[in-house]
């Protein structure tokens, strides 16, 4: 069955960076891209950007770019977002996701990746 | 960006219909594409697919579930409503990147 099963939670400090990874199973990693979607507390979903995996293309969110670098490890079908420069606003939960090529809905979630920026 | 209106909150009594509505701030359609989605988010999980392109059930999801309309305006349906469906419902379209969401219906009992 198709998983996405995401790192663990983080607690940083203002100025830092944080890596968290995607691993994907149950599927062919590069016949779809992976999505990364922002939700902080008690709020909605904001679209981060995209990667293809096989290709390594990328799309960013102009209010990401900057923020966010996308990368991937095909041989292990693992998907990375490394957040940088992080203020407590980038507090929130991270979560990826699937979408078939060509379509940008998700059909499948990760669990999301808890971080906390703070002092 | 295109923006997607909601209302917040929906009440329902158990075995009734519950319609969710979504607003484009413009269409969302190409052609005979409908390029909006639903998503159900309940505390404490990911979000889930429910709808694709505005009619299509995701793969799994109840009948009871179902999804409607084109350009501008799309409604997620549920019918009847069980105890298991209170959680809060987001749309998001795929038409023009960005991509965005609603800011979600929470669906509550009467």
């Known amino acids: 069955q198709v998983q996405l099963q995401q790192s663990g939670a983080e607690l940083v400090k203002p100025g830092s960076s944080v890596k968290m990874s995607c691993k994907a199973s149950?599927?062919?990693?590069?016949?779809?891209?992976i999505y990364w979607i922002k939700q902080r507390p008690g709020q909605g979903l904001e679209w981060i950007g995209r990667?293809?995996?096989?290709?390594?293309?990328?799309n960013y969110n102009e209010k990401f770019k900057g923020k966010a670098t996308f990368t991937v490890d095909k041989s292990s079908s693992t998907a990375y977002m490394q957040l940088s420069s992080l203020t407590p606003e980038d507090t929130a939960v991270y979560y990826c996701?699937?979408?078939?090529?060509?379509?940008?809905?998700?059909?499948?979630w990760g669990q999301g990746v808890m971080v906390t920026v703070s002092s | 960006d295109i923006v997607l209106t909601q209302s917040p909150a929906l009440a329902v009594s158990l075995g009734q219909r519950a319609t969710i509505s979504c607003r484009a701030s413009?269409?969302?359609?190409?052609?005979?594409?409908?390029?909006m989605h639903w998503y159900q988010q309940k505390p404490g999980q990911q979000p889930k697919l429910l709808i694709y392109?505005?009619?299509n059930l995701a793969s799994g999801i109840p009948a009871r579930f179902s999804g409607s309309g084109s350009g501008t305006d799309f409604t997620l349906t549920i019918n009847p409503v069980q105890a298991d469906d209170i959680a809060t419902y987001y749309c998001q379209q795929s038409r023009e990147s960005p991509p965005t969401f609603g800011a979600g219906t929470k669906l509550e009992l009467k």
């Open positions: 413009q269409s969302v359609s190409i052609s005979r594409y409908n390029l």
């Open positions: 392109r505005a009619s």
């Open positions: 149950g599927y062919t990693f590069t016949s779809y891209y």
């Open positions: 990667i293809g995996p096989g290709s390594g293309d990328t």
């Open positions: 996701a699937r979408s078939p090529l060509y379509s940008s809905y998700l059909d499948y």
